[in-house]
């Protein structure tokens, strides 16, 4: 684990080793300059490492830098989460303090959290869940029709010098009869929370309800979205520095396939929860052939044709929203699948199965102030591993642009083959870290940062194996990769 932030005259960065023979992890902080120099180094490892305390995750906000760590107490039943600020100066942590308590019932719990910050800082939400339930708000592919129970969420909010507003203790996502799902939740710069909610069917073939959520005090508020007969895959919230909600993501045409067929956004009243402005698009198959071989694209003209769907995109997920400066948003997809291949060992009579995860097509779609659907485009890219990264990519902005980041196949930056994109591969001579813009006219241009091919980065570890990518500020980033057991490099990202 490695967590980078930018402070006044460098970088702040937190790395996790791990301990080899008895195990656990030392943790370490040191500063950088502006030109990558190291400024200073702690081990800060006992701050960290208290008898009995998770570590959680570093987290910024408004110019601290504070550690979120919990702790269950078996004799009150009762698990806490603590906060302690980062030292900088003097390579410590100060005092923990609680910040939230949940209690239970049985022999233990175990709560997820989210953090969530406002527009302009002025708030800061940590909302709670039960990692038991079958809902995880980053895995909003799981079908509704499976989830059986209403959500149960806790909320807790802060203002700019993180000070406790309010705890809204285990809140039951029921409504007017109703029992919901939602999809992640938004602060807004005044404390008020907005969630995405799906009510859980009753019968068989009952026709999905999605709704606004709003928490402005203790109770819930319920708007529901016109779909117009239509099935929303993943959407998500998003609140812009002007403090403009939309609610947009990605939708599919027939409830029992689990396919994105198209984009859909809107507006949210603030004051209300109230939609309007209400904007969709299919994804087509001329936005589909990017990237693809000349056999594929025939394939899909024959398809098209016929009257036929190119559902080549079936799992499209949600995984960034991009508010840039000039009042655009940018929504960023990827074509996510899990592959579990079993295969059979006639000479041993045993079977084995593996699991794949699949990191396919980018998809960058941008959206005006009012929530209008301006342009889509896509990214070709392919990435199979038996490990699972959540995602395999990493977005940033600048001067109105999207930037991705990811792992790829040196030729595809230097030459997309008629054979279509080529599949990453770690093989150094093939291989390189690549950045792709895309700008406000929905422009590719694709480049290497690191080509492994050259002699001096042979011995690096490439990211998502054993170095991490992080975001420091909206407008750069701070790539962290290494080489060996100990030597670490950095590379600070300056988006062109």
């Known amino acids: 684990m490695e967590e980078a932030f930018s402070i006044d005259d460098g970088y702040l960065v937190i790395r996790r080793h791990v301990i080899r023979g008895p195990g656990g992890f030392n943790y370490y902080m040191e500063t950088l300059d502006k030109d990558l120099n190291r400024t200073s180094f702690h081990d800060i490892s006992k701050y960290v490492n208290e008898e009995e305390y998770d570590v959680e995750q570093f987290f910024a906000y408004n110019n601290k830098f504070y550690l979120l760590s919990s702790r269950i107490k078996e004799d009150v039943k009762t698990m806490y989460f603590y906060i302690q600020e980062v030292d900088i100066e003097n390579g410590k942590l100060l005092e923990r303090r609680v910040i939230y308590g949940q209690s239970y019932e049985g022999r233990s719990l175990a709560l997820r959290h989210v953090i969530k910050r406002s527009p302009n800082r002025k708030r800061l939400l940590l909302y709670f869940y039960e990692s038991v339930s079958e809902y995880n708000p980053f895995r909003e592919w799981v079908k509704f029709s499976k989830r059986k129970d209403p959500d149960v969420i806790s909320f807790a909010s802060f203002d700019e010098n993180l000070e406790s507003i309010k705890i809204i203790d285990k809140k039951e996502m029921s409504i007017s009869g109703s029992d919901y799902k939602v999809s992640g939740a938004e602060i807004s710069d005044d404390g008020n929370i907005y969630m995405v909610g799906f009510r859980i069917p009753q019968e068989k073939d009952e026709k999905q309800s999605a709704n606004i959520i709003t928490l402005f005090d203790e109770d819930l508020q319920l708007n529901e979205i016109n779909n117009q007969g239509i099935v929303f895959q993943h959407v998500r919230l998003t609140i812009s520095r002007n403090n403009t909600i939309l609610c947009a993501g990605y939708y599919y045409e027939d409830i029992k396939k689990d396919g994105g067929q198209g984009i859909i956004s809107m507006k949210v009243d603030p004051q209300t929860g109230a939609t309007s402005n209400y904007s969709s698009k299919l994804i087509g198959t001329e ?33 960034y929203t ?5 009042g655009t948003t940018s929504l960023v997809g990827e074509n996510f699948q899990i592959e579990v291949v079993t295969n059979y060992n006639a000479s041993t009579g045993n079977w084995t199965t593996r699991t794949y995860y699949v990191y396919k097509d980018l998809f960058v779609t941008r959206l005006d102030s009012e929530g209008k659907i301006l342009h889509t485009t896509k990214v070709p890219r392919y990435f199979k591993s038996s490990i699972n990264y959540d995602n395999g990519f990493f977005a940033c902005t600048r001067d109105n642009n999207v930037y991705l980041i990811f792992n790829d196949h040196r030729e595809n930056a230097i030459d997309m083959s008629e054979k279509g994109v080529r599949a990453y591969t770690r093989k150094w001579k093939r291989s390189s870290l690549s950045i792709v813009k895309v700008d406000d006219q929905a422009n590719r241009n694709r480049s290497i940062l690191i080509d492994y091919k050259q002699k001096k980065f042979k011995k690096y570890r490439q990211q998502n194996f054993n170095s991490d990518f992080s975001s420091i500020g909206s407008e750069k980033g701070l790539f962290i990769t290494y080489y060996g057991r100990k030597q670490f490099g950095y590379m600070l990202i300056h988006p062109k």
């Open 287 to 319: 936005l589909l052939k990017i990237g693809k071989s000349e056999r594929k694209k025939k394939k899909l003209d024959k398809r098209e044709d016929k009257g036929k769907d190119n559902k080549q995109h079936e799992s499209l997920t949600l995984r």
């Open 322 to 326: 991009i508010d840039h400066a000039d």
